[in-house]
């Protein structure tokens, strides 16, 4: 114990000479970092030097729990009481005076502005008039942060565990859903088109720099000092962006509102079309279970029927047909009624047996071809190819008329579609 001695014995100069750090944890000369007797070992007349910028702690335990000693820096002093109160607590530690405490010290960086850099991969942003065609958008950018209230910073993280690199990964990480959140909804709430996205980098900019601050102050406890988002990018490989491209570029020929409301209308019925044509191919390939629930709702209604001709005098003979009783002519009609009746039920139910002998599967609709006409510089249909020869009747439509299905990229000319050449006499 006589190197610990305060007469005679060495003191330790506890101070921080890294450049590069946000937390650092000391430990006394001829200790390693690990040795936890060792390096919590503080010696009577120790001095403590701290930086301007920086912020020395000192955390040691007493039965009531952990306490933590704050030194902001410039300090240079040996440890004293009488010319640094607050460490008080810290010298009323050492026993008889001679035996070292056992306390941890950290410094903070105050001064120092961390950056992290992230990267956001391509996530879908829809715009708010065509939602049918997800854009993917891609951003990148860079934040700087730092400690200020180090008292709320220490709240937040264990010192003796504190990681820069995973406190980075976990600032990114909220970066990142606050980001996609916020350029996610830039179209409806500024109405900015996806397409015209990479434009307002400075709107969007200021709108994350408002948005993340206090919340990332919440989350860590720390101050951010800059947001710079340096690139959004569109895949502009990607059909949905070519289609909006285009879409906006005829919005933007045109100039009227009533065209973007006729193609938003168009584009709806699209979708419900499609919907529409879902269900029927679901209903077409059950065709067989459900034509038998059909006909056996018919037969049950009609067994139902002929089982309550006898209540209420139905069994009487009534030959004048005036009274309750039981007329011939309505026992011939229910009869007939009988037999439909039966037939229906037998012939529905012999026919689903013997597709499911044959192992019979109803094959679905025939699809069927539709074309959109320009016709003045705007799109109306679409119509199939009766409507279409109809039109060619009346002169509406000739082999030179620009027209569009689905799967197209872009207008053609109606004579160079395979389906509608037989529409057109030939030239002679």
């Not at 530690?93 to 991969?121: C, K």
């Not at 067989?288 to 709702?297: I, L, P, R």
């Not at 026919?351 to 109306?380: H, L, M, R, W």
């Amino acid at each position: 114990m006589g190197f610990f001695k305060r007469k005679g014995g060495f003191s330790d100069v506890i101070r921080c000479d890294e450049v590069n750090y946000l937390v650092w944890k000391w430990h006394p000369t001829g200790a390693n970092l690990g040795e936890s007797k060792r390096e919590t070992a503080i010696r009577t007349n120790s001095i403590l030097r701290v930086k301007t910028g920086e912020v020395a702690i000192f955390v040691y335990k007493q039965k009531n729990g952990t306490i933590q000693d704050y030194i902001v820096g410039p300090y240079d002093e040996k440890l004293k009481t009488k010319n640094f109160p607050v460490l008080s607590s810290i010298i009323g530690l050492w026993y008889e005076g001679d035996t070292p405490f056992q306390a941890e010290v950290f410094f903070i960086n105050t001064s120092m502005a961390i950056q992290t850099r992230f990267g956001i991969p391509y996530f879908d942003v829809v715009d708010s008039r065509f939602p049918d065609f997800p854009v993917p958008v891609a951003v990148r950018g860079a934040l700087t942060f730092k400690v200020e209230d180090y008292k709320t910073f220490g709240n937040y993280h264990q010192w003796i565990n504190f990681s820069l690199e995973e406190l980075k990964n976990k600032i990114n990480a909220s970066v990142t859903r606050y980001i996609k959140e916020i350029v996610t909804n830039a179209s409806s709430e500024h109405d900015i088109p996806v397409i015209a996205i990479e434009s307002k980098i400075d709107l969007i900019n200021e709108k994350v720099e408002l948005y993340v601050k206090d919340r990332l102050s919440d989350l860590f406890g720390i101050s951010i000092t800059g947001i710079d988002i340096s690139s959004i990018e569109v895949d502009k490989e990607n059909e949905s962006y070519t289609e909006l491209k285009r879409i906006t570029k005829d919005i933007t020929t045109n100039k009227t509102e009533t065209d973007l409301l006729n193609y938003q209308e168009e584009l709806r019925i699209k979708r419900e079309e499609g919907q529409y044509a879902q269900r029927m191919g679901t209903r077409q390939t059950n065709l067989g279970a459900f034509q038998t629930e059909v006909g056996g709702e018919v037969g049950v209604a009609g067994a139902e029927a002929l089982g309550r001709m006898g209540e209420k005098g139905a069994g009487n003979i009534d030959l004048g047909g005036q009274g309750a009783g039981f007329n011939p002519v309505t026992m011939m009609a229910g009869m007939a009624v009988g037999t439909a009746v039966g037939r229906n039920i037998a012939g529905t139910l012999d026919k689903s047996i013997n597709q499911n002998e044959a192992g019979q599967v109803v094959p679905p609709a025939v699809p069927i071809t539709k074309f959109y006409i320009a016709i003045d510089g705007k799109n109306t249909g679409p119509y199939d190819v009766n409507t279409l020869r109809s039109m060619v009747a009346n002169g509406n439509l000739n082999p030179d008329s620009l027209v569009w299905k689905e799967g197209m990229s872009d207008w053609q000319k109606a004579g160079m579609q395979s389906e509608l050449t037989g529409l057109f006499p030939p030239k002679l």
